[in-house]
């Protein structure tokens, strides 16, 4: 699988910050390789093993609220999102897709604070399995290169 993220030749050193991980466990097996991959990824770049959290939450509605928890405690120089959202036969699957990428942006935006959003969603579990790793790195190398990206700006 070919590597989507472009970010290749930007600011990827991981030493100085602190990074929270919310995953959704609905979808766990998908989930679980999603924070696999994200934790090796943020090691591989320099992220110190106790300078990750990790928390976990019943779906991807409920992972905003726990960004935002992380997120009030200013600790974190980024924050990622896990979950994974699979289309089933009905509008539910529209709804938990469009609420928690809204609640994801909202919260980047309202604070300010870079956050890596890996809910994934498919068609099917096949896609879901097509994704999972990669979009979990992703999400790392996201994570570090913004938060040294917005830590270059003076926000005071």
């Not at 679980?32 to 943020?42: D, G, I, P, S």
């Not at 068609?123 to 399995?129: D, K, L, P, S």
């Not at 994704?131 to 830590?151: I, P, S, Y």
Request: with cysteine.
């Amino acid at each position: 699988m070919q590597n989507a993220y472009k970010g290749q030749g930007q600011n990827l050193n991981g030493a100085e910050l602190k990074i929270g991980i919310v995953q959704a466990r609905f979808n766990e097996g998908i989930t679980n390789t999603l924070y696999a991959a994200c934790r090796e990824e943020l090691l591989a770049l320099g992220v110190a093993a106790d300078n990750i959290d990790h928390v976990t939450v019943p779906g991807a509605l409920e992972v905003p609220v726990a960004l935002q928890a992380m997120a009030d405690t200013d600790q974190y120089d980024a924050l990622v999102a896990l979950g994974c959202i699979i289309r089933g036969e009905t509008y539910h699957f529209e709804l938990v897709a469009n609420e928690s990428g809204a609640g994801v942006t909202r919260l980047s935006l309202d604070y300010r604070l870079p956050i890596a959003n890996a809910i994934i969603t498919t068609e099917n579990t096949e896609q879901a399995i097509a994704r999972q790793t990669e979009k979990g790195r992703d999400a790392a190398r996201v994570a570090v290169e913004m938060a040294n990206l917005l830590n270059t700006f003076d926000l005071s």
